[in-house]
Every structure is written in C-alpha cells, then in structure tokens.
Nanobody
C-alpha cells in the first residue's frame, strides 16, 4: 500500500522560509521520482518541483526557480522542499505525488505552460497548507 505523507506547512511572513517534507512508504523509494504540486484558492493545481530517484535530477517551475530547493534522503524515504523568500502568491495547499514513470515526466510536471496540466499520477499525499501573510 503506497502512502505519501506531506507535512511542514504553516503560516509565515513574506520573505520567510518553510521546509516541507514528503515521507513515502510502500515503494522502493530509491527508484521513484517525487513531485510537488500546489493549488491556490480558485486556481488550477500546478506543478512546482520534481526530483528523480537515485540520480537526483531536479526540476523547478519558473515561478519558484531560485527560491525553492528540492532534495531527498533515500535512507529516510523522505523528499524535502525548502522554500525561501516566500511571497503571498506562494499561498496554497501543497501536495506530493509519485508514479512508476514520474521520472520521465518530471520536466512536464513543472513545465505546464508548455505541456499542459497533467494530474494523472497514481499516488498523491494529503496536502499541507502554506500561508504567506503579514
């Protein structure tokens, strides 16, 4: 039974930082890419970042490039999303996802302007709320 548990959300002031975690179980973690989506009220869910399995290749949406950093700890079956210089437009529910072939879809996940929105991933974690407000 595959499970993804996202955590680490909260309320932060503009310019602040948060670190989200996504802990996975039920998969051979090293072999799986993990991605992050977010959904703001009234907006489409959008891809934020993605990291492949053992090679650890990283991908970012233009909107977060240079501010967010994705990483993974394969020994702990956990992927992290370090979010710095947060802005009110980063306010959203953040979800982690995985799929057997996510590794080949990471670029498309973050490049939705080019490839369109695709939510056909097998496994989604429950979201964690991030609110950026003064």
């Amino acid at each position: 039974d595959v499970q993804l548990q996202a955590s680490g959300g909260g309320l932060v002031q503009p310019g602040g930082s948060l670190r989200l975690s996504c802990k996975a179980s039920g998969i051979r973690f090293d072999d799986y890419a993990i991605g992050w989506f977010r959904q703001a009220p009234g907006k489409k869910r959008e891809g934020v970042s993605c990291i492949t399995g053992s090679s650890g290749l990283t991908y970012y949406a233009d909107s977060v490039e240079g501010r967010f950093t994705i990483s993974r700890d394969n020994a702990d079956n956990t992927v992290y999303l370090q979010m710095d210089s947060l802005q009110p437009e980063d306010t959203a529910v953040y979800y982690c996802v995985t799929d057997d072939d996510l590794w080949r879809r990471c670029r498309a996940l973050v490049s939705y302007d080019l490839y369109g929105h695709d939510y056909s991933y097998d496994y989604w974690g429950k979201g964690t709320q991030v609110t950026v407000s003064s």
